[in-house]
């Protein structure tokens, strides 16, 4: 079997603020497949959500080309760019102003859509972030809890069908049970649908649990990419045997306790 | 005493008095919302800009807003005299277009602001997921920024409303109508059944205005379409309603000027009455500073109004000897019809000269008859004038003359100024001979043995623009020498304070001069 061709590629990607400023980035090189689930792990300020907004042109780069579908991006118009791909904010973002239906159903509106088609989307999608559709449709952002705003942040990025969905810290602020649901329903959605998603992390655990494919990065620079397994056992950068020492250490440590 | 003839006379003015008032503040607010929000918008990511505009319209608020109105006039005329001169078209540096300049940038400052706050108060969070779900930047800024941007933009705009509505009161010295003529007449006339009325016309149009925003604030915020409609019609409605009267009426053919006291009110209605009975239509434009309505004639945006020859003398001709009556008179004719093409139809057959008066017991008992008596105690003596006494040339002539030098000089009203020499808080005032309060007061008038002052005739001036209008003039005629300083005491008293309105003293003055010229 031949590989997925690249749905994403960075082609030695720098990224500095002002002519003299350390860069953000360093010479980044990195592909993600056709329906690969690839997670961007570092530290903070090493660059990750600069790397996810490179993708949409919420950034652009200062040297070096990333592609999507094998088109630079630098080429495409950036709002149309923008509503071929999913995008899960940090901080979810939703539009405070617009009920629940409104939010998600923004994409499509833009691209012009009608009243009925938008409807149903909505719908469908409220069923599929398991919301009530009846309790949850004309609600505010105020008046959702912090779980049920991720998943309307959630349907709003694939409410117009992107092949491609980028997700910066998505699950970040919940509690551990919404947070270890939310992942999984949400890894479940990448294998129907059929999805490229490149998310950020800072949990190495999360990273572990949902993705194919893992890259760390730090200082702006790659350190180690491959699967968890492979990183799991033949890491040789030192940061890198250390984030994957914490979930080994949690394993083993609950592996004794349930043998007791 | 009885105010029901005084809101009568009150009602039967608010048409256009509140007519004026609505067109200039409804096109300032309208004029300063199309120049702010673009600017605001424009500076939401030009942090440079943001100060620029921010400092401007700061600097602006820090002008009172009387002089801001009052700055805008020179402006204008000199732009006025070039595009003239340029073009061959010029237009009116007087009313309507300098006070929507002024009370637009007046405007200007809260709606900036807080159109700034707003937009600078919105969660980047949001800004960003904006873009990031696909929205252009104006789509952001539709759907997005400014419909949270949006409660805080319309508390600035009810601000800029009521502010403007409020300032609008100070058009009049630029002979802009408005309500503020109310007040001003009323504070010159001591009529405070108008000063009242002109403060609760502003304060309720302001009031309703404030609420019918509040409405379509409301609305957009609640989504309801309804509301909006509701406020912004009502708003249109109101404007529509206000200027009706002022549309629907036949432009009036003549403007007669007023300076902004109770001899120049009573005589302008005297003019007018007369012009109406003549069949021609008149309206008039009050309270214009001596400098003002002497350019506003010059240029034709007034056709009449009563000067007095010493200020012409002192203040136009830069004279400052003292010639025989009748030699100035005809050297004045003569030097207004040659350099401005103004003509001098006559006086009126009394003299309004400033005088420096006292109580007569004080001026008595300190021995003090003439101007030369009074230096010798000025030192330990207060004197009260009018806003342009202290600073005209006449002043300094006397000073110089008589080498006065007054221990306190306090500016005030006309009005307040008798009251104050009467009750002892002013020594001496500088007065009109014309005013009927000199007597009234037992006031003594201090004699000239110098001639310094020089005198003031009334004279109406026509303007070049009506020099060879036969119709206008003819009906001007019959007021030369007509009235007499006894008569004119007489109708300044009626019409300040004393009861009667400016037009029923302007009636009795018309009667007096018929009974005269029957006598004849």
């Not at chain 1, 719908?123 to 959702?144: I, N, S, T, W, Y």
């Not at chain 2, 807003?65 to 340029?86: M, W």
Request: aromatic share 6%; proline share 5%.
């Amino acid at each position: 079997m031949s590989p997925a061709p690249a749905a994403i590629s960075f082609d030695d990607v720098s990224k500095r603020y002002g002519e003299n400023a350390a860069p953000v980035l360093d010479r980044v090189s990195l592909d993600v497949r056709e329906r690969e689930f690839l997670a961007v792990v570092g530290p903070s300020g090493s660059g990750k959500t600069t790397l996810l907004r490179l993708i949409n042109r919420l950034i652009e780069p200062s040297t070096g080309l990333v592609r999507v579908n094998g088109e630079d991006v630098q080429g495409a118009d950036a709002a149309s760019l923008r509503r071929r791909i999913g995008y899960v904010f940090q901080g979810v973002g939703l539009f405070p102003h617009m009920t629940v239906a409104e939010n998600i159903a923004i994409t499509p509106r833009l691209l012009g859509w009608d009243q009925a088609r938008m409807a149903a989307r909505v719908d469908e999608l409220l069923a599929l972030v398991r919301l009530d559709r009846e309790k949850h449709r004309l609600r505010f952002p105020a008046q959702l809890s912090g779980g049920e705003g991720q998943r309307v942040g959630l349907a709003r990025a694939l409410a117009a069908k992107p092949a491609i969905m980028l997700m910066d810290e998505p699950f970040g602020a919940l509690d551990p049970l919404t947070r270890g649901a939310l992942g999984e329903d949400y890894r479940a959605l990448h294998g129907e649908l059929g999805l490229t998603t490149v998310m950020i992390t800072h949990d190495m655990l999360e990273a572990l649990l949902l993705a194919d494919r893992i890259a760390v990065i730090r200082d702006g620079r790659i350190v180690a990419q491959g699967t968890p397994q492979q990183l799991m056992n033949g890491a040789q950068d030192g940061y890198v045997r250390e984030l994957m020492a914490a979930p080994r250490r949690q394993a083993e440590r609950l592996r004794a306790l349930d043998t007791k | 005493m009885n105010a029901a003839p005084q809101i009568a006379e009150a009602l039967a003015r608010l048409p256009a008095y509140l007519g004026g008032h609505v067109a200039v503040s409804v096109t300032a607010l309208l004029l300063g919302l199309a120049v702010s929000l673009p600017l605001a918008f424009a500076s939401m990511r030009r942090p440079a800009l943001r100060s620029v505009l921010l400092g401007a319209a700061s600097v602006v608020q820090t002008i009172p807003s009387l002089a801001l109105l009052a700055l805008f006039y020179p402006l204008l005329l000199g732009i006025a005299a070039l595009t003239e001169r340029s073009f061959g078209a010029g237009f009116s540096a007087l009313g309507f277009l300098p006070s929507v300049l002024a009370l637009t940038l007046y405007s200007m400052l809260p709606v900036l602001r807080n159109t700034i706050a707003g937009l600078n108060g919105i969660d980047p969070a949001v800004s960003e997921a904006a873009l990031g779900v696909g929205m252009t930047r104006r789509q952001s800024l539709v759907m997005v920024e400014l419909p949270l941007a949006l409660p805080i933009i319309m508390a600035g705009i009810r601000t800029a409303a009521i502010w403007v509505i409020g300032a609008a009161t100070l058009s009049t010295p630029i002979g802009q109508t408005s309500l503020g003529n109310y007040i001003f007449t009323g504070l010159q006339t001591q009529n405070w059944v108008f000063v009242l009325f002109g403060c609760a016309a502003a304060a309720m149009f302001a009031l309703l205005v404030d609420q019918l925003l509040a409405l379509m604030e409301n609305g957009l915020a609640r989504r309801k379409r309804a509301w909006v409609a509701g406020g912004g019609l009502g708003i249109a409605l109101l404007t529509l309603a206000a200027l009706a009267p002022g549309l629907s009426q036949p432009r009036a053919a003549y403007v007669i000027g007023t300076k902004p006291f109770t001899e120049q009110y009573v005589l302008a209605a005297l003019i007018g009455q007369r012009l109406g009975d003549g069949g021609l239509s008149t309206t008039t434009r009050e309270g214009l500073g001596s400098a003002v309505i002497f350019d506003a004639l010059r240029a034709g945006e007034i056709d009449v109004y009563v000067d007095y020859t010493g200020t012409i003398w002192t203040n136009q001709m830069r004279r400052n000897d003292t010639k025989p009556r009748a030699e100035m008179l005809a050297g004045m004719k003569e030097w207004l019809n040659r350099e401005h093409g103004i003509v001098l139809a006559g006086g009126l057959g009394f003299e309004n000269a400033y005088a420096l008066a006292m109580r007569s017991g004080r001026a008595e008992r300190l021995g003090i008859r003439t101007l030369a008596d009074l230096a010798r105690h000025a030192a330990t003596l207060s004197i009260a004038g009018d806003y342009e006494f202290f600073g005209r040339p006449e002043w300094q002539l006397i000073r110089q003359a008589y080498g006065l030098a007054f221990r306190e000089q306090r500016t005030m009203q006309p009005e307040f100024m008798y009251a104050a020499v009467a009750g002892g808080e002013a020594d001496v005032i500088a007065g009109y001979t014309s005013d009927g309060r000199i007597a009234q007061h037992r006031l003594v008038v201090l004699d000239d043995p110098k001639h310094v002052i020089p005198p003031y005739d009334a004279v109406l001036l026509v303007s070049p623009k009506r020099a060879g209008d036969q119709a206008l003039l003819a009906a001007l005629a019959p007021l030369a020498d007509a009235i007499s300083i006894t008569a004119m005491r007489e109708a300044n008293l009626r019409a300040s304070g004393g009861g009667a309105s400016v037009t029923e003293a302007a009636r009795w003055l018309s009667n007096e001069i018929q009974k005269k010229s029957v006598a004849r």
